[in-house]
């Protein structure tokens, strides 16, 4: 294990071997094996196990722990063959804009 800067300057912790993770869809219809090959404080890189055509990634749970109660909500920050990048939700980023929108009507 390594710890590196990365472009952003967010410490970044690189796995020598992975660690293996699921991805699972929000609405919990799919689930995809992947491994986490670094991670931040602000995302990951995962190496995805088998296709992901068709899943719906935009955003989506990464979980952490065999029983799911170590887990992240992520969203696709991009795509390089069977390496994805995720940025990590924060509770309440998509309620903030949506809630400040319904107050002005």
Same mark, same amino acid.
């Given at each position: 294990? =390594? ?8 410490? #970044? ?8 993770? @699921?991805?699972?869809?929000?609405? !919990? ?9 670094? $991670?931040?404080?602000?995302?990951? &890189? ?5 296709? $992901?055509?068709? %899943?719906? %990634? &935009?955003?989506?749970? %990464? ?6 109660? =170590?887990? #992240? #909500? ?8 069977? @390496?994805? !990048?995720?940025?990590?939700? &924060?509770? !309440?980023? &998509?309620?903030?804009?949506? #809630?400040?929108?319904?107050? !002005?009507?």
């Amino acid at each position: 294990m =390594a710890v590196k800067a990365d472009h952003r300057g967010n410490n #970044r912790v690189v796995f020598e071997r992975g660690i293996s993770a @699921q991805m699972m869809g929000i609405d !919990g219809t799919w689930r995809r094996e992947c491994t986490v090959e670094d $991670v931040s404080d602000s995302g990951a &890189k995962l190496t995805i196990d088998g296709s $992901v055509e068709g %899943l719906h %990634l &935009k955003e989506f749970f %990464l979980l952490l722990s065999s029983t799911g109660l =170590a887990y #992240r #909500r992520c969203e696709l920050a991009w795509v390089n063959g069977d @390496q994805i !990048g995720v940025n990590f939700l &924060k509770v !309440g980023d &998509k309620r903030k804009k949506a #809630r400040s929108t319904a107050v !002005g009507t």
